[in-house]
C-alpha cells in the first residue's frame, strides 16, 4: 500500500486480539469514556473531555486530518467486540511522508494487558513496511512512566528534550522526544 492508497481507504489492521480501525460517530461514547478520565489523561496535553459533545468534535477534526492527508488516527476494537477502547494513529507527516508523530491513549481499564504495545507494534509494522515512513517520533512527559516503558519496550531511543517548549495550564513543560528509525525496527514476537 502506499501513501495515496492509505488516503483513498481507510486502513484496517488486524492482530492476535485487536481490530484497528477508523473512528466514527459512533464511537463517540466510548472514547468520552476515555478522554473524560482525569488519571488517563494526566499526561495527554489536552484538558480532559467534560461533555459527549467534545469527543463529538474530536472524531470530526480526526475524520478532517485524514481527509486532508494530515493524520491516520486508529480506533482499537477487541476482535469481539465492537466498543473502541483507545486509539493510535500517526499525524504531522513532513512533506514527503519520511517522518511522522504518533500518539495513544487506553481506556484504563485495559492498561496493563499489552493492548497498547500490540496495537502500535502493527501500526509501526504498517508505516515502516507499507507507508515507506523512514522514521516515527513521539513526545512525551517524561513523568508518564507507562508511555516511556511502552516506547523503549518498542524499540525507541530517548532523544532529548526540549525546554519549556509546551504551554499547558498556565505553565510552561518540556517535551521529551523519542525516536525509531525503519532500520531499528523489529516488530516484537
Not at 486480539?17 to 499526561?43: C, K, V, Y
Not at 480526526?62 to 473502541?84: D, N, P
Request: charged fraction near 25%.
Amino acid at each position: 500500500m502506499t501513501i495515496d492508497a492509505a488516503f483513498t481507504r481507510f486502513p484496517v489492521l488486524t492482530t492476535n486480539r485487536l481490530l484497528l480501525r477508523q473512528i466514527q460517530p459512533g464511537d463517540a461514547e466510548a472514547l468520552f469514556a476515555t478522554l473524560s478520565d482525569e488519571e488517563a489523561m494526566q499526561f495527554y496535553g489536552h484538558e480532559p473531555h467534560r461533555s459527549l459533545d467534545d469527543s463529538r468534535a474530536l472524531i470530526e477534526r480526526i475524520q478532517a486530518l485524514y481527509t486532508r492527508r494530515e493524520s491516520i488516527r486508529w480506533g482499537i476494537v477487541l476482535k469481539e467486540e465492537e466498543q473502541v477502547l483507545g486509539s493510535c494513529g500517526f499525524h504531522h507527516f513532513d512533506t514527503g511522508f519520511h517522518r511522522t508523530e504518533t500518539g495513544y491513549e487506553l481506556n484504563r481499564a485495559f492498561w496493563g494487558r499489552g493492548l497498547m504495545a500490540e496495537a502500535m507494534s502493527a501500526i509501526l509494522t504498517y508505516g515502516f513496511t507499507e507507508l515507506g515512513l523512514h522514521r516515527v517520533e513521539a513526545i512525551i512527559d517524561i513523568a508518564n512512566e507507562r508511555s516511556k516503558g511502552l516506547l523503549l519496550k518498542l524499540g525507541f531511543t530517548y532523544e532529548g528534550s526540549l525546554r519549556q517548549r509546551f504551554f499547558f495550564r498556565d505553565q510552561f513543560e518540556d517535551e521529551h522526544f523519542f525516536g525509531l528509525l525503519r532500520d531499528e525496527w523489529q516488530a516484537p514476537v
